[in-house]
């Protein structure tokens, strides 16, 4: 085909395609246009996500409007003091070379999402009535072992003064509520729709507020009923709340599953947390966890959190163009539900837990760390019993010799109340490891499709475009780098160390396999000389 005939068959094709499919050839963002001009409200700005998040917007987003960051006061800082430290983070790194001048577009907002008006002045909330377009809440305590207090009121309190909040914004285009794809947990087959929640949302907040700490966490494993723990509870009644409060306002649920290190944005491998599944990786990675009560081949369904954060703000895009679109129709009234999607691995990459610790064990390997307390060995055990038996003979007995050497030589011990931690954690999250879930995604599939070709480059939410090797060799450095604090460059010194404990831990177990045998013969002889 010679040049020319080329350029007239691209003309050709140019004048058979629509206006809209031309204006994605040119390499306009429908997306970012959306938020062009457009004031955007973030709840839970602090947490992990809600970083992500607000550097993705600022990042991505240049001609937005003003971003207005909820920030409440904590661990004895103003909300002005932890607003100020907020963007000296190295996730803004990306974002402070590209856009030096981005903290003109935010504005701090003092408040606290589980307090009465949000906690807010009377000014803040007459300023974000009239000039917010978008809200985005990410507020959320994701402790599973939080009082059912707190969970409460943090997580169905909070969404519903929101949401109420957010029925009198004047020019409000979308409202996008962050959730779980375990908050129906109790359900093998999780679609994405709204499900029975545990209790009706509004008789739990009378319930919490009627009785007293003490009468509430005595009641607090009826209330629970078939949930694991208060926050998979909280989250269930949070989406009726949603169901039911967000009728007649422009919104969309997005369920992510256990959320992990970034692939690629704004860097790769960038996580600030020990939550879930880095929390093992960390632990066996530094040599203190020897053991996970875990079915191996079941279905680890994580998920890097660059692809959430797209997720979250396309949904926010189309969310307010599909309700558009319905309130040109005076007679088209809405009666459908707010649209979830369930944003997992498992149905496009999955990947199970022995895959999981094996890629991360494979990767870590090669950027050994200066700061591990001893040599990898570290099992997934199905069988409850065998993993109690690890953990009595390789956490509970080394962690009593080592506190009992400690007190000797005059040192604090430290290493069995370490181990009481990480038990506990371990038996949380075992809950989320030993089970398996089908989730369903047809709805952010059905997204992806509307998403104009510039966007999926710019917002990919879709796992296809993901590759687990590659993933792992940067969410090993990530952990390396920004939970351990341990720079690349001591590389060589964590070989070092790592040869040295690995000399040590085979010459503990020859000597331990060694007294063991002597102590079985010794037995036999004993027993046979009777």
């Not at 590759?467 to 090993?476: E, G, K, M, N, T």
Request: hydrophobic residues 40%; aromatic residues 12%.
């Amino acid at each position: 085909m010679t040049l020319e005939s080329s350029r007239q068959n691209f003309m050709n094709h140019m004048l058979n395609m629509s206006k809209d499919e031309q204006t994605n050839v040119s390499g306009v963002s429908e997306v970012t246009e959306f938020f062009n001009g457009s004031n955007v409200f973030v709840t839970g700005g602090s947490g992990f996500l809600g970083k992500l998040l607000i550097d993705k917007l600022l990042r991505s987003c240049p001609k937005m409007g003003k971003l207005y960051m909820l920030m409440r006061a904590k661990k004895g800082k103003t909300s002005e003091e932890r607003f100020k430290e907020h963007f000296q983070d190295v996730v803004y790194e990306r974002l402070r070379k590209e856009r030096p001048n981005f903290i003109d577009n935010v504005v701090m907002i003092e408040g606290d999402a589980s307090l009465d008006d949000l906690g807010m002045s009377i000014a803040d909330r007459e300023n974000l009535i009239e000039n917010t377009h978008v809200v985005f809440h990410a507020a959320a305590t994701v402790r599973f072992d939080e009082s059912l207090r707190q969970a409460v009121n943090i997580n169905v309190r909070g969404t519903k003064l929101l949401l109420l909040f957010a029925k009198q914004i004047r020019n409000l285009k979308s409202f996008v509520y962050v959730s779980t794809a375990y908050s129906h947990c109790i359900r093998k087959d999780i679609e994405e729709k709204f499900y029975e929640p545990p209790m009706d949302p509004d008789k739990v907040l009378s319930l919490c507020q009627m009785l007293d700490d003490t009468l509430l966490e005595h009641m607090t494993s009826k209330i629970l009923g078939k949930w694991p723990n208060t926050y998979a509870f909280s989250k269930a009644t949070s989406e009726e709340i949603v169901r039911v409060y967000s009728k007649d306002i422009p919104t969309c649920i997005v369920r992510p599953s256990i959320v992990i290190a970034t692939y690629r944005e704004p860097m790769p491998g960038w996580i600030n947390n020990y939550y879930g599944a880095t929390g093992v990786v960390v632990g066996a990675g530094i040599g203190l966890l020897r053991s996970l009560h875990c079915k191996a081949d079941n279905i680890a369904d994580i998920i890097p959190a660059d692809y959430v954060i797209n997720n979250i703000i396309v949904g926010a895009y189309d969310v307010a163009k599909q309700w558009q679109e319905k309130q040109k129709n005076i007679e088209d009234k809405r009666t459908e539900e707010a649209p979830i999607y369930n944003s997992v691995s498992s149905c496009q990459r999955p990947i199970s837990w022995i895959t999981f610790m094996r890629l991360n064990e494979h990767y870590g390997k090669q950027v050994p760390s200066a700061v591990v307390f001893w040599y990898y060995v570290f099992t997934l055990n199905k069988h409850l019993w065998v993993h109690n038996l690890f953990c009595f003979l390789f956490h509970t007995i080394p962690a009593i010799i080592v506190d009992a050497l400690a007190m000797l030589t005059g040192r604090k011990p430290m290493l069995y109340r370490a181990y009481q931690k990480i038990h506990k954690f371990s038996g949380v999250i075992s809950y989320f490891c030993t089970q398996q879930w089908n989730f369903n995604n047809d709805n952010l599939l059905r997204l992806w499709e509307r998403t104009s070709p510039v966007d999926r480059e710019k917002y990919d939410f879709n796992l296809n475009s993901l590759d687990w090797d590659d993933y792992f060799y940067h969410h090993v450095r990530g952990i390396r780098v920004h939970i351990l604090k341990d720079p690349l460059h001591t590389i060589e010194v964590g070989r070092m160390k790592i040869r040295r404990l690995r000399i040590a831990h085979y010459i503990i177990v020859t000597l331990l396999g060694f007294l063991l045998m002597w102590a079985i013969y010794t037995l036999m002889q004993i027993r046979f000389s009777s």
